[in-house]
DNA sequence: GGTTAGTGTTCAACTGACTGAACAGCTCCG
DNA sequence: CGGAGCTGTTCAGTCAGTTGAACACTAACC
């Protein structure tokens, strides 16, 4: 909702796009993906990007010739190329491949409801799912996005920054979104957190993005030098939450991420 | 993998792109995904798409900053944003949410895999997937593309089309691709079902992509002017599949697919 | 009806992105 | 060692994509 013009020199901060259609085509595409019905006209984009109508026009017919966009009369939503993208980038992370294989003939989480995330900036992107038990059925669905310090993944995997780096993404007064009573409120309190996951080896959640659901999560030691970061999460109802059936699930979630972590599964 | 040049004056088929940097990075992105791999190199797109190296560079660059591409060293894979971006798509496509709901609730395919797919030239994309059941574990995932000819969805979507695009897409003495003794061979086969399939109202795939399994599928009347041809589709085991049972699923699948046209869900 | 505010489209001038050859770094192999 | 073959990067000239004002259109409003 920030004002997030995309010129062709922005300011003095960076230098411009050694490309700029291309940067400021990604750009359209995001406006559509955050937008609040995903439906926007040329006008709108053009407005809120800072882009001229009539270059505008031409990015939209490249992208929609693409099929990465689609015209409904006067309105441009997202195409289904990017499903067909998003898909393709998936099926090449071998680690989700695995990650479906070991849910299915896991003991314990077998049953339950298991989710991979990778971090991206003060987000993580839930990747896939597995669902073995109907109890607990997610409304989140494959590639949203949650703000870490509201669930367990989230913590998991800043918990494996180096303290400086978490600093900077939260300072101790910042303000963090609240979605529950129990959400953690500010940078410091996510950071006593921390330390408490980094002992136990694992994070927990307690209702703190959904009343009545807790969660456990892991993170994955990046295989590969520059792969992405990568959490395993179990949800759970608190109602029927024991703490035995907790360390069962740890110990497996342990296993998971060990797996996923050695290039030889 | 036919010659796929982006050049900047095509040949005269077609008139230049009117923001060629941007179909060029559509392409980029396209020949990353379709790569057995997924992972190139500089050089490997500079050669496939005949665009020269310093282009493609500058190219590469701009799609990297949009975090739509990572570069490991000297390859470049597909970017997570994909992820997020056909998470976007599919969040606003409101049919996907009433489909889970519905599938949910069913008596007969709540406890089946059912599934949603899009028309998309001469193949289908799964777009969400509903797992009752663990009996009939997929293998394909969300995002994934079939040819038409093999799977029932694909048949049933286009027996909505008109006689003379079916011909067009296939012509009779097209050689069809095969997965198994049972797939279609010949437009002209795949004509021939059509009719029945327009006549019974639904299709059905007799272990033509996978032995041993089979489907049912019916087309969704597309609601709104443009929207996107959607077909939904039960796979079964043969071995324990029944007409009584498949009478079931097609009806509820009907009821979906109704519920799915109409705008007042 | 006329006015206003919105839409998207057109077009020629001009500025900046694209080009391609030359460069620099690397691994391999005789 | 030295050359061949590969990588990706640099840079100045030029050609084409971008620009913004003017246009055409529809819808809403006195």
Redesign the pocket.
Known sequence: MADSRVS?TPDGSGS?S????VTRAAAVLEALASSATGRL????L??ELG?????T???LLALEEARLINRQG??FTLGRKLVELGAAYLSRLDEVQEFYRFCEQAPTLSGETVRIAMLDGTNVIYLARYEGHPAVRLTSNIGDKMPVSLCAVGKALIARLHDHDVAEMFPDDAQLPVLTPKSLRTGAELKAQLAVIREQGYAFEDEESTTGVVCLAVSVPTRGAHGPSLGLSVTALKATYSEEQGALMVKELKELARSLGNPMG
Not at 18 to 21: D, F, G, T, V
Not at 41 to 44: E, I, P, V
Not at 51 to 55: E, G
């Open positions: 062709r411009a050694p490309a700029p259609a006209t040329l006008s709108d053009a407005r882009i001229p109508k009539s270059s026009s031409n990015l006067a309105e």
